[in-house]
């Protein structure tokens, strides 16, 4: 493994940060959990976790003056990397309770799964729990963060809401949940989302957070 000194967590109070860390342990990588804005824009990776609803995450992230500093790493070119609403939040907007304006840094919109399937009611259950197939949508599948990972393999999800790409060229995987397209990476330069877990997805969940540190 290469030798990445600063592999930063931002602590927000929205994310499972301790799996995230273990999971980094897994493969011999120290991390830095923090909310300092000099720590996380002079970091040679960013994650930006997530469990929990849209808007309350855009307030902690102003409560603590994150943006400016995200916003700043992201223009270093350095690769950053959010996983569940941490991918959603890069989007422009999401309407989960209320309406809410996220980080901009991916044109679309975050939206609840719809629940009706062959128009019954309440058919697809909401939320998306479990382990779900991922697949390509990209030329370039060993050039993304799936680098060395069998194509249309299983990842675990827990998640209520989804993206919509203004431009579906930086979706590199989606998965179907009950005939619902569902974006499930995406990857715009150096801004690196993933709707599923990696770090409670197994040996091909460490694989991807391997990539994260070591291809870009």
Not at 47 to 72: A, Q
Not at 139 to 164: G, R
Request: proline residues 4%; positive net charge.
């Amino acid at each position: 493994m290469k030798n990445i000194k600063n592999v930063t967590i931002i602590d927000y109070g929205m994310g499972n940060i301790a799996s995230i860390e273990r999971a980094f342990q897994a493969i011999g990588s120290a991390t830095t959990v923090t909310l300092d804005h000099k720590i996380i824009e002079n970091s040679d990776r960013i994650i930006i976790p997530g469990v929990g609803s849209f808007g309350d995450s855009m307030s902690e992230l102003n409560k603590h003056d994150l943006i400016e500093p995200i916003k700043n790493f992201v223009k270093t070119g350095k690769p950053l990397l959010g996983i569940c609403l941490g991918m959603q939040i890069l989007f422009e907007s999401s309407k989960e309770k209320g309406n809410h304006q996220g980080l901009g840094l991916i044109e679309g919109k975050v939206q609840r799964i719809p629940c009706d399937y062959n128009h019954i009611t309440n058919y697809r259950k909401i939320p998306h729990i479990g382990w779900n197939t991922i697949i390509p949508d990209t030329e370039d599948w060993n050039s993304k963060i799936f680098f060395k990972i069998p194509q249309n393999e299983f990842f675990y999800f827990v998640h209520s809401y989804m993206c919509i790409l203004d431009n579906n060229k930086y979706r590199i995987a989606y998965s179907k949940y009950k005939e619902c397209v569902i974006t499930s990476a995406i990857q715009n330069n150096n801004i690196i989302g993933l709707q599923f877990h990696p770090e409670k997805s197994g040996k091909f969940g460490l694989k991807v957070l391997e990539n994260f540190i070591n291809f870009f």
